[in-house]
């Protein structure tokens, strides 16, 4: 598969010893397990991304609770102080099925019929009035 590996080293941000090619590079070696820093590293990574899995089930959450179909992908709006969910929204619309995700400052910038939930800090709406009928 050496077509989808070049592919996936060109997406790799910049670093030191990243070569013009995947052919060109040096073969890696094992990092070290014992390295404080660098568990630290991935244990911040896993924790920021707890966050974003969070608020995804969340919309999954909400969608299911009034029976929502698969196929319908609603709008959703967040307002929140996290700085990954700030950044990653396009990620957190494909985790949460929703059609995108806006980043909202206050509550008056978010439609009338929403489903809401709570994620620590953070507050998720999904609008639900447009594709469900809410009298039901």
Do not use: W
Not at 20 to 37: F, V
Not at 72 to 83: H, N
């Amino acid at each position: 598969m050496p077509f989808i590996s070049e592919e996936l080293y060109q997406k790799l941000p910049q670093f030191d010893g990243k070569v013009k090619s995947i052919t060109r590079a040096n073969y890696p070696t094992p990092l070290d397990q014992n390295n404080e820093e660098l568990s630290k590293f991935f244990l911040e990574i896993e924790n920021l991304f707890e966050v974003i899995n969070k608020s995804a089930a969340s919309f999954r959450s909400i969608a299911s609770s009034v029976n929502m179909p698969p196929q319908i992908k609603p709008e959703a709006f967040v307002i929140t102080e996290e700085k990954i969910l700030s950044e990653q929204t396009d990620l957190l619309a494909t985790l949460g099925k929703c059609k995108y995700v806006k980043v909202v400052k206050s509550e008056d910038e978010i439609p009338k019929g929403c489903g809401v939930a709570t994620v620590g800090a953070t507050r998720l709406y999904l609008e639900l009035a447009a594709h469900i009928d809410v009298k039901k």
